[in-house]
């Protein structure tokens, strides 16, 4: 099984990265583009034969505590199989 977890910006933080890719998508002509956000992902292996409950807590624990900082970032966790 896996999980992908995905962090990025809160919506009220200041996102400078995505500002200097939407600019440069306008300066190569792509003049709709309006916004762009930024944010990684994680895939994580989890351990065969994991409840798939299990894993959702683990990961999100693991999301909140270490790959995300709460204050500035939002994360969401999805479990593949």
């Known amino acids: 099984?896996?999980?992908?977890?995905?962090?990025?910006?809160?919506?009220?933080?200041?996102?400078?990265?995505?500002q200097t890719i939407q600019s440069a998508l306008n300066g190569l002509g792509h003049r709709t583009i309006t916004a762009v956000r930024q944010g990684k992902f994680f895939d994580i292996e989890i351990?065969?034969?994991?409840?798939?409950?299990?894993?959702?807590q683990e990961m999100d624990q693991v999301a909140r505590e270490v790959l995300a900082n709460p204050v500035m970032e939002d994360y969401r966790v999805e479990i593949l199989d």
């Not at 977890?5 to 400078?16: A, C, G, R």
């Not at 351990?47 to 959702?56: C, D, L, N, V």
């Open 1 to 18: 099984m896996k999980a992908r977890v995905y962090v990025s910006y809160k919506s009220t933080v200041l996102d400078p990265q995505g």
């Open 47 to 56: 351990q065969a034969g994991t409840a798939k409950e299990q894993a959702q």
